[in-house]
């Protein structure tokens, strides 16, 4: 069977990358630490590494039970794995919320604009006059020592343990409602309760991201699972499929994060 049939074409080189991440622990005995995966890579991950009588295992951590990025870790099934395996460091600063506004998207650029990588980089979180990030164990130095400031804030970066880390569960609010197709524009529409023309608008300027990615075409095709954000308005997902109606009609159960 194609194993590639399940999923999409741009996926095709992550799956490569999977198969040769299994292949190597299985010749070496050794485990394999991934760099931070997205939730949509780290589904492909679990989907790939075979079933519960299989010889390798798989461990997602990223900081806590509820960041969103992680990194993973293959191993030999025996393989005993600890939190201190991940190789995961929370970096933490303070600024002056009440003179400067900080946003995640700022945050982000900054960290980028240094030259890391964004697979180095795990949750982020700016709220309160306090920037959180949890980074790669091996880059966390480098990064204490040349980021000094973000806009007009200075920062000055500390190790912090992983239990300050503020990440929280996130709350997924469930909607129920028939559409006529996957398309992206119909699914963007309907969850934004917004025109039909607007989602267009949104998708072609580039607002919008599927599983991380921009999608520029308004008939893309979702797929349960499928994560989704529209700039401006928040994240949401598709559950999933409950079948059609008897006026073909799709059912269909997506969520909003709130």
């Known amino acids: 069977m194609d194993i590639y049939q399940h999923f999409r074409k741009d996926e095709e080189a992550f799956i490569d990358q999977v198969f040769s991440w299994r292949e190597q622990v299985s010749k070496s005995f050794q485990l394999k630490l991934t760099d931070f995966l997205d939730p949509r890579e ?21 900081g806590n039970p509820h960041t969103e990025r992680k990194r993973a870790i293959i191993a030999p099934f025996y393989e005993q794995i600890a939190e201190k395996d991940f190789q995961l460091t929370m970096l933490q600063t303070k600024f002056q919320s009440k003179f400067v506004s900080l946003t995640h998207r700022d945050a982000m650029g900054a960290f980028l604009s240094l030259g890391i990588k964004r697979k180095k980089l795990g949750d982020i979180l700016v709220e309160d006059g306090i920037i959180q990030i949890v980074v790669a164990e091996e880059i966390a130095a480098y990064v204490m020592a040349n980021l ?13 343990p992983l ?70 308005k928040g994240r949401s997902k598709v559950v999933e499929v409950r079948g059609k109606t008897k006026k073909d009609k799709l059912k269909l159960t997506t969520a909003i994060l709130k």
């Open 42 to 62: 780290q589904q492909i991950v679990d989907m790939l590494m075979g079933t519960k009588e299989s010889d390798i295992q798989v461990m997602f951590f990223g």
């Open 163 to 232: 239990d300050f880390l503020q990440v929280k569960q996130l709350n997924w609010e469930e909607t129920e409602s028939t559409v006529s197709s996957l398309r992206l524009d119909t699914i963007v529409k309907e969850i934004y309760r917004i025109s039909r023309k607007d989602a267009a608008e949104y998708i072609k300027k580039m607002y919008v991201k599927v599983n991380f990615k921009v999608v520029e075409d308004g008939k893309f095709q979702l797929q349960e699972g499928d994560l989704i954000s529209l700039r401006g």
């Open 148 to 160: 000094n400031a973000i806009k007009k804030a200075t920062l000055q970066l500390e190790e912090k």
